[in-house]
């Protein structure tokens, strides 16, 4: 089982930033691809906002390409998303989650899925 746990949302006004943090442990596992996931108000589904890989490949959404920055400390496995220029429609419920996660003992990766249980960013117009 891998625990994650975001921190770092809250309230900010339009065309300003927030940082959201989130910081992966377990007991079996020791490193992992991390990414963000939001959801909107309302909607069901969590779309996908940016992930970054072991390699350190970054992805990201077309809506916040050039907005956001997703960077990993890989020693602390912990991940961020540095938020700018921020927009009422990126008010939504953040999630960090990780889909492919990396055993130490063994030397091999798997494909188990696990979510934070989410940070709250309001941006106000």
């Known amino acids: 089982r891998v625990q994650l746990v975001e921190s770092g949302g809250g309230s900010a006004q339009a065309g300003g930033s927030l940082r959201l943090s989130c910081a992966a442990t377990?007991?079996?596992?020791?490193?992992?691809?991390l990414s963000w996931y939001r959801r909107i108000p309302g909607a069901e589904e969590r779309v996908f906002v940016a992930s970054i890989g072991h390699d350190g490949y970054i992805n990201y959404a077309d809506s916040v390409i050039g907005r956001f920055t997703m960077t990993r400390n890989k020693t602390a496995n912990t991940a961020s998303l540095m938020m700018t220029s921020l927009k009422s429609d990126d008010t939504a419920m953040y999630y960090c989650?990780?889909?492919?996660?990396?055993?130490?003992?063994?030397?091999?990766?798997?494909?188990?899925?696990?979510w934070g249980q989410g940070t709250q960013v309001t941006v106000s117009s």
């Open positions: 377990s007991d079996t596992y020791c490193s992992y691809d």
């Open positions: 989650k990780t889909d492919r996660v990396y055993a130490c003992d063994s030397g091999s990766w798997s494909l188990f899925t696990f």
